[in-house]
């Protein structure tokens, strides 16, 4: 599967790769993720990607951060995509963080450094780990004219 106009694909193999080894089934898992044995095996072939509804899910289920059962298209568009992948609006991100969405979109797009306040904010709303927020927003220094 291609990469998405969203600039994420799943890694099938390794949701297969962390069910296996945690001996859990296709039909087990589908059950706690609220889904389809069928669409499981569509993940793991790479053939579809789950929706903001399962992606969380899936990994806190397998043990792992969202980011990692996902390839970006862009590695610094990871907050962007991290942000989509589990259903966000800027909006509602800059509402949780407390912030005009203006300074949200100037974090997301590398224009500023994330803020440190902001860190167990966004690892509670996108229910990942410190480490996955730290590295979702890199900060890039403006070129030199």
Known sequence: MRTGADGWRLRG???????????????VLAEEVGCSRSTVAMWEAANQRPGPRYLPRLATRLG?????????A???????VLRRLLGFTQT?????????????????????????????????????????VRNSAPFKKPKKR
């Open 13 to 27: 193999w390794l949701v297969a790769e962390l069910r296996q080894a945690r001996g859990i089934p296709q039909q």
């Open 64 to 72: 792992v951060s969202p980011l990692d059962l996902v390839e970006l």
């Open 74 to 80: 862009d590695p610094d568009d990871t907050l962007r």
């Open 92 to 132: 509602q991100v800059a509402q949780a963080l407390k912030v005009a969405v203006s300074t949200y979109c100037d974090v997301e797009r590398g224009r500023q450094a994330l803020p440190e306040r902001w860190v167990p904010v966004l690892k509670a709303l996108f229910n990942t780990d410190e480490r996955t």
